[in-house]
T-cell receptor, first 115, second 116 residues
Framework: EAQVTQNPRYLITVTGKKLTVTCSQN?????MSWYRQDPGLGLRQIYY???????DKGDVPEGYKVSRKEKRNFPLILESPSPNQTSLYFC??????????????FGPGTRLTVL | AQKVTQAQTEISVVEKEDVTLDCVYE???????LFWYKQPPSGELVFLIR??????QNEISGRYSWNFQKSTSSFNFTITASQVVDSAVYFC?????????????FGTGTRLLVSP
């Protein structure tokens, strides 16, 4: 089944404790990105990657890191989480060619709470 | 810059009522795509529709219909004979040629509450 998976789905942590949210897709998509969803703000893009070893900042990159060492994986790293990073996070992937070239496939979301 | 405005923060209706969710967008791109997503209480994002800027035909899918008007930069979503299962947050989104159509710019969402 074609899908985007994220782990963990729920996480409660404390300020300053490094964490990684994993994202994996099995559709061989070139483009992957991370969004965060906050009440009253909708979803905003954090980082994106056009392909392996190619990453760039989105609209709200502060406090986050990403890497793209393999095509299927795009982990989101919070080196020193703070309470203002409490949010619902979505990973998405998309092909860059073909009929579905701009359709985003979203993961199920990761709800992160930073105390 | 691209922007999507969903002015209705929350709408409450009684089952079987028709309801329209408004979406107004801003973009300088001549080629762009508009989307609607549904987010039920379980939290996942469910894709509803994608429409490109060259196709202004309205679309109907069951009880759902979409009205795209470039003249007013609007892409409104109507649910006919609403049901309790339609209760969700609905997001309108835009992607444009300047970002390779890959990045979605979302509105702030409209929460729809359908009561029995």
């Amino acid at each position: 089944e074609a899908q985007v998976t994220q782990n963990p789905r729920y996480l409660i942590t404390v300020t300053g404790k490094k964490l990684t949210v994993t994202c994996s897709q099995n559709m061989n998509h070139e483009y992957m990105s991370w969004y965060r969803q906050d009440p009253g703000l909708g979803l905003r893009q954090i980082y994106y990657s056009m392909n392996v070893e190619v990453t760039d900042k989105g609209d709200v990159p502060e406090g986050y890191k990403v890497s793209r060492k393999e095509k299927r994986n795009f982990p989101l790293i919070l080196e020193s989480p703070s309470p203002n990073q409490t949010s619902l996070y979505f990973c998405a992937s998309s092909p860059t060619t073909g009929l579905l070239y701009n359709e985003q496939f979203f993961g199920p979301g990761t709800r992160l709470t930073v105390l | 810059a691209q922007k999507v405005t969903q002015a209705q923060t929350e709408i409450s209706v009684v089952e079987k009522e028709d309801v329209t969710l408004d979406c107004v967008y801003e973009t300088r791109d001549t080629t762009y795509y508009l989307f609607w997503y549904k987010q039920p209480p379980s939290g996942e994002l469910v894709f509803l529709i994608r429409r490109n800027s060259f196709d202004e035909q309205n679309e109907i899918s069951g009880r759902y219909s979409w009205n795209f008007q470039k003249s007013t930069s609007s892409f409104n979503f109507t649910i006919t004979a609403s049901q309790v299962v339609d209760s969700a947050v609905y997001f309108c989104a835009l992607s444009g040629v300047n970002t390779g159509f890959q990045k979605l710019v979302f509105g702030t969402g409209t929460r729809l509450l359908v009561s029995p």
